[in-house]
C-alpha cells in the first residue's frame, strides 16, 4: 500500500485481530480514523475490544493476516521495519499505577524509556528535569515510585511518555482508579500538553461525562466491532443505543430529560453544561 500524507494520524482499515487459542476474533473488521491533534473517547463494555484496538495502534499485537488490512500510523504503515519508530510516537498510560515503573526512583523510572532507546547521557538528563516539570512533580525525583499517590503515580507514567516526544497518548483507563479530584487533574493536564504541542488524545473511559467534555469524536466499540463513532453528542444522543450496550448516560442528558418532565422545555440545540446553567438563568431572569 502507499501511504499519503493526511489529517489522520491514524487508520486502520479492515483490521481482524484473534488472540492465539481464541477461536472467536476478539475484533472484526475494524474501520478507523483519527484526526491529528483531535482527542477520542472510545467507549464500551468490559471485553469488547477497546484495549485490543490501541494495542494494534503501536504494534504489541499484530493483526491477523488479511490482503486488505493496513494500519497506518504519522503516514508510516505499521510493519516489522516501523513498529519501533511507531511505537516512539505513541505511549500508552494503562490503568493500574502500580504495574507501569521500572525504576529505583521517579527520575530512574522517567530515564527508562530513554535508556532503552539509546538517548545521550546529557539529552537524557535533560528530558528527564522537563518532563518532570511539566507533570508537577520535579520535588519527587529521587522518591520511590511505590511511595507516591494514585494520581502522583500516574503523573509520573504521563512523563516518562513526555520524555519520548510521542504523537499520540492514549489513556487505557489511565484515570479510573483515581478519586474525582486526581481524575480531573490528569485529564486537565493531557488537554494541557495536547494544546501545547499538537498531540493526538486517544482515551478509554467509562466516563461519558469525560467524553462530553473533552472529546472531539466518540467510538463505541461492542462485540470486537464498531457500533457508531462521531460528535459525542449525537452520539449519546442516541439513547437506545446507549441504553442497549448498557452505557451509562451523561449527566448532562440525564438532567435535561429530568427537567423536561418537570415541565422546563430545554432546546435541542442546549447541549453542555455550561449552555444549560446559561439557559436557566435566562430563564430564571425572565421569568
Ligand atoms: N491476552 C488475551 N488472550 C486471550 N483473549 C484475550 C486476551 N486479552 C483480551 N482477550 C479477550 O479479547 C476480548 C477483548 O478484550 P479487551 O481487553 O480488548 O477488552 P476491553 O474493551 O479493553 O475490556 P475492559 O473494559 O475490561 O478493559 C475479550 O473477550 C477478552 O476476553
Ligand atoms: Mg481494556
Request: charged share 25%.
Amino acid at each position: 500500500m502507499k501511504v499519503m500524507a493526511s489529517n489522520n494520524i491514524i487508520s486502520l482499515k479492515h483490521v481482524y485481530f484473534t488472540y492465539p487459542n481464541s477461536k472467536r476474533p476478539a475484533l472484526s473488521d475494524i474501520n478507523l480514523d483519527i484526526k491529528r491533534g483531535s482527542w477520542t473517547s472510545i467507549i464500551g463494555h468490559n471485553g469488547s475490544g477497546k484495549s485490543t484496538i490501541t494495542r494494534l495502534i503501536n504494534g504489541l499485537l499484530l493483526p491477523d493476516e488479511n490482503q486488505n488490512t493496513y494500519i497506518v500510523v504519522d503516514n508510516q504503515e505499521l510493519s516489522d521495519d516501523t513498529v519501533w519508530n511507531i511505537r516512539d510516537k505513541v505511549g500508552i498510560v494503562f490503568q493500574n499505577p502500580d504495574n507501569q515503573f521500572v525504576g529505583a526512583t521517579v527520575a530512574d523510572d522517567v530515564a527508562f524509556g530513554l535508556e532503552n532507546r539509546g538517548i545521550e547521557h546529557n539529552e537524557m538528563k535533560t528530558r528527564v528535569v522537563k518532563a518532570l516539570e511539566e507533570v508537577g512533580m520535579t520535588e519527587y525525583a529521587t522518591a520511590e515510585p511505590s511511595n507516591l499517590s494514585g494520581g502522583q503515580k500516574q503523573r509520573v507514567a504521563i512523563a516518562g511518555i513526555l520524555a519520548i516526544r510521542p504523537k499520540v497518548i492514549i489513556l487505557d483507563e489511565a484515570t479510573a482508579m483515581l478519586d474525582p479530584n486526581g481524575r480531573e487533574s490528569i485529564l486537565r493536564l493531557v488537554k494541557h500538553m495536547k494544546e501545547r504541542d499538537n498531540l493526538t488524545v486517544i482515551s478509554i473511559t467509562h466516563d461519558v461525562n469525560e467524553s462530553i467534555e473533552l472529546a472531539d469524536n466518540v467510538v463505541v466499540v461492542n462485540d470486537g466491532k464498531i457500533l457508531a463513532t462521531g460528535d459525542p453528542i449525537k452520539v449519546f444522543e442516541n439513547q437506545a443505543m446507549i441504553n442497549e450496550i448498557g452505557l451509562e448516560e451523561p449527566f448532562i442528558f440525564e438532567l435535561k430529560n429530568k427537567l423536561i418532565k418537570a415541565g422546563i422545555n430545554i432546546p435541542l440545540e442546549i447541549d453542555t453544561e455550561e449552555k444549560l446553567v446559561n439557559y436557566l438563568c435566562q430563564l430564571n431572569s425572565t421569568m
